[in-house]
């Protein structure tokens, strides 16, 4: 596929623009992450990194990241972070469910960036244009890399690249999870179906809004508002005066 060598190459020019001397990534065990690790080994070689972090996880998520690292011959590394978890919550006080699991992603891309910063690697983000477009993701977690070369693609056109990359069937087959706890479902906590949603975003970004489905379209509007701040910089005060100043001794 033409989008494979694309995205490819784009991976292998921001890591040579960057000065980086390799890609670092989650290998989580789902389609996303299998996907940016195919990528990354096409476009770095044993230069891209694939880090399986396991934090209170099922069984499974580290079998398929396995799978995958063995698929396209990833070099990878396993940091367990369940006793820094267990640790963590020892000392803070009691929280409600979505901050806990919340502190998954973010120990996560603390790891990340540890090995970048003592490597001198690039974080290759994993999102996709679904998630990032209605903020489901951690802000400061896994919504937090130097490149993000799924970002502007749908989930569901996902698979498609998945399949022509070879990504193995059991995790083409699995539904979508944060693995944030048993059971839980991308698709589950959206409320809607993935090929629902993209479809949804998909005429909205065209400057339609479907008629069908009233009601998953505008849960998808109130999800993509909400999430404004998770894309946007940071709001930063302005001083009085400063702006005007600086243009002043410039002219």
Same mark, same amino acid.
């Not at 640790?87 to 699991?101: D, M, N, R």
């Not at 290759?124 to 977690?141: A, D, I, M, Q, W």
């Not at 749908?154 to 069937?169: F, H, N, Q, R």
């Not at 379209?217 to 400063?242: D, N, Q, T």
């Given at each position: ?7 490819t ?7 040579? $623009?960057? @000065?980086? %001397? ?12 299998a996907?940016?690790?195919?990528? =990354? ?6 230069? $891209? ?7 209170m996880? &099922?069984? &499974?998520?580290?079998?398929d990241?396995?799978? $995958?690292?063995?698929a ?51 974080i290759?983000?994993?999102?996709n ?14 919504? $937090?890399?130097?490149? =993000? ?7 569901t056109?996902?698979?498609?690249i ?11 087959? %699995? ?8 059971g ?23 400057? &339609? ?11 998808? %509007? ?22 005007s100043?600086?243009?002043?001794? @410039?002219?």
């Amino acid at each position: 596929m033409r989008i494979i060598e694309e995205l490819t190459l784009w991976i292998r020019e921001q890591a040579k $623009a960057a @000065g980086a %001397k390799g890609a670092v990534f989650g290998l989580s065990g789902g389609l996303d992450s299998a996907v940016v690790g195919a990528l =990354c080994e096409r476009a770095l070689g044993d230069r $891209a990194l694939g880090v399986i972090m396991p934090c209170m996880s &099922r069984r &499974r998520d580290m079998d398929d990241a396995l799978l $995958a690292a063995e698929a396209f011959e990833i070099k990878t590394l396993t940091i367990d972070l369940s006793t820094v978890l267990e640790s963590l919550l020892a000392v803070l006080p009691p929280g409600g469910e979505a901050a806990i699991s919340n502190i998954k992603p973010r120990l996560r891309m603390i790891t990340l960036y540890y090995l970048a910063n003592d490597r001198g690697m690039m974080i290759v983000g994993t999102s996709n244009k679904s998630e990032r477009s209605v903020g489901y993701f951690t802000k400061h977690g896994d919504g $937090a890399a130097d490149i =993000c070369p799924l970002a502007d693609i749908y989930k569901t056109d996902l698979y498609e690249i998945a399949a022509s990359l070879g990504v193995p069937g059991p995790i083409l087959a %699995k539904p979508p999870s944060a693995g944030l706890w048993e059971g839980q479902t991308d698709e589950g906590e959206l409320g809607m179906t993935y090929q629902e949603m993209d479809s949804i975003l998909k005429a909205l970004e065209q400057g &339609r809004t479907p008629v069908e489905m009233p009601d998953e379209v505008a849960r998808v %509007k109130g999800l993509v508002s909400a999430s404004e701040h998770k894309r946007a910089s940071v709001p930063i005060f302005g001083v009085p005066g400063v702006a005007s100043a600086e243009q002043d001794s @410039g002219g």
